[in-house]
Structures are given as structure tokens and as C-alpha cells.
């Protein structure tokens, strides 16, 4: 099955409301994290650390919600990019994960520079990869393509995972879709709001059993 994915606004209503509750709440959960170190240091107690563990996770999720919210509000500056020697060392950064996937990437051919913020569009390309890698659940192949065409730069990043059904393919990209245990389902939610800020487009193709591809045109300088 193959999917255009931008067509809607995944991240209309529901991500603006996410956005400003990720807000409001990090505050009073700063305040807590901040006696809770004072408690630590007067009485540390196993308990404490577990509260500190569980609290580090609801700022984790509260940081990623408010990255991928509020790409407007990001003042990221727009800059040229290579985006091959990017890529090229975006994978040096999961080396240490990669135990038997194999990862391929063509050669880097070219110098044509997109102009994008850097950091969101790295994040887009480190998420994608990091999904492939655990759908292939650390045995299978990952493959990262590029290709040029009338004025665009194609990415493609395909895994030999477990693939997506038919019936899901609709929701990637909502915020908090997600089928893993510890998923956050707003991986997809940040590399959607990205293309499009990048005026590109992304599609996915994916046979259950067998893999996932994810297609990414953006626009050359
Ligand atoms: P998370 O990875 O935290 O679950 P994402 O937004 O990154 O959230 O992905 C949402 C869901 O999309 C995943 O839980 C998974 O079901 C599906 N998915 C995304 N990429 C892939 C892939 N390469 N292969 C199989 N399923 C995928
Ligand atoms: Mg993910």
C-alpha cells in the first residue's frame, strides 16, 4: 500500500492544545523536581530516585511535544544544506545501536544545498531512521537513498521490518499514534510538520511482513 501523507493538517487542533498543555505543565513539574532534589539531598531514599526517573520522563515528553508543536514559534534560522554529508554523519549517532542491522547509503554525488533549518530536518531524518531500525528489530536491512529531479532532492529511508497494515497507514503522524510499548507517537507528528514547513511532500509504501519505505521530496535552493 502507498500513502501520500501531508495531504491533512496532522497537526492542527489537537497539536496546538498539546502544545500549550505541555506548557503549563512543565512549570508546576519544575517546581516538583526542584523540592524533590532538596528532599534527596536530606533523606535519599530509593523512592526519591524512582520519582526522579518518572519525572525525567514526563519532561522528556513534554520537550519532544513542544519541539514538534510549535515549528513556527522554533526561530530556527533557514540556512543552505548539504543535505548528503548531513545524513552522512547523522549515522555516525546510531553506530553504537546498530549491532546486525546493516545500514546502506549511496554515494554522496552532489553538492546541491537545500536551504531548511538544520536542526528540525536532522531531527526528521534522525526519526525516520530510528523507526526503521526498530521495525527491523535489530536484524534486517536499512537503506537510504537520494536522488535528484528537476529542482528537488528525494530521500528515501527503507527498512525490512514488520511494515505497517493498510488500516494505520492513515494515522501516522497524528500525535500519540503509536503501536510500541514505550513509543511516544510524536515522531512522525515532528518529521510531517517539518516537510511541510519545507514545503516538501512525504509518502510511505509498506507490505506487512516484509518493509517500509518513507519518500521525501523537498525543494533545492
Ligand atoms: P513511535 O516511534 O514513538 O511509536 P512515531 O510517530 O515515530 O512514534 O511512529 C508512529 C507509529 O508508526 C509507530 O508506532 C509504528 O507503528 C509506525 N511506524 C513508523 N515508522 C515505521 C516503520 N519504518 N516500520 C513500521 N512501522 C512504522
Ligand atoms: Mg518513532
Known amino acids: 500500500a502507498e500513502k501520500l501523507l501531508n495531504e491533512g493538517e496532522k497537526l492542527s487542533a489537537i497539536g496546538q492544545i498539546?502544545?500549550?498543555?505541555?506548557?503549563?505543565?512543565?512549570?508546576?513539574?519544575?517546581?516538583?523536581?526542584?523540592?524533590?532534589?532538596?528532599?534527596?539531598e536530606s533523606r535519599p531514599h530509593s523512592y526519591l530516585d524512582i520519582m526522579e526517573t518518572e519525572l525525567e520522563k514526563a519532561f522528556n515528553t513534554l520537550q519532544n511535544l513542544l519541539q514538534v508543536s510549535k515549528p513556527d514559534l522554533d526561530d530556527e534560522p533557514f540556512v543552505p544544506i548539504d543535505i548528503c554529508k548531513e545524513l552522512a554523519s547523522l549515522l555516525f549517532l546510531f553506530q553504537g545501536r546498530l549491532y546486525n542491522?546493516?545500514?546502506?547509503?549511496?554515494?554522496?554525488?552532489?553538492?546541491?544545498?537545500?536551504?531548511?533549518?538544520?536542526?528540525?530536518?536532522?531531527?526528521?531524518?534522525?526519526?525516520?531512521?530510528?523507526?526503521a531500525l526498530?521495525?527491523?528489530?535489530?536484524?534486517?536491512?536499512?537503506?537510504?537513498?537520494?536522488?535528484?529531479d528537476e529542482g528537488y532532492i528525494h530521500i528515501k529511508v527503507s527498512d525490512t521490518g514488520v511494515g505497517i497494515p493498510e488500516e494505520q497507514l492513515k494515522q501516522?503522524?497524528?500525535p500519540f499514534f503509536s503501536t510500541k510499548n514505550e513509543g511516544t507517537g510524536l515522531g512522525l507528528t515532528q518529521v510531517f510538520a517539518t516537510i511541510r514547513e519545507h514545503r516538501g511532500t512525504i509518502s510511505v509504501q509498506s507490505i506487512v511482513g516484509k518493509g517500509t519505505t518513507f519518500h521525501i521530496k523537498l525543494p533545492l535552493n
Open 18 to 40: 498539546a502544545a500549550s498543555i505541555a506548557h503549563e505543565v512543565k512549570n508546576p513539574l519544575t517546581t516538583v523536581k526542584g523540592f524533590l532534589q532538596l528532599l534527596k
Open 101 to 131: 542491522v546493516e545500514i546502506e547509503m549511496d554515494a554522496i554525488d552532489s553538492k546541491r544545498l537545500i536551504i531548511g533549518k538544520r536542526n528540525l530536518l536532522l531531527k526528521a531524518l534522525f526519526n525516520l531512521i530510528k523507526n
Open 172 to 174: 501516522l503522524g497524528n
Open 134 to 148: 526498530e521495525a527491523v528489530e535489530d536484524k534486517g536491512k536499512i537503506k537510504i537513498e537520494h536522488y535528484f
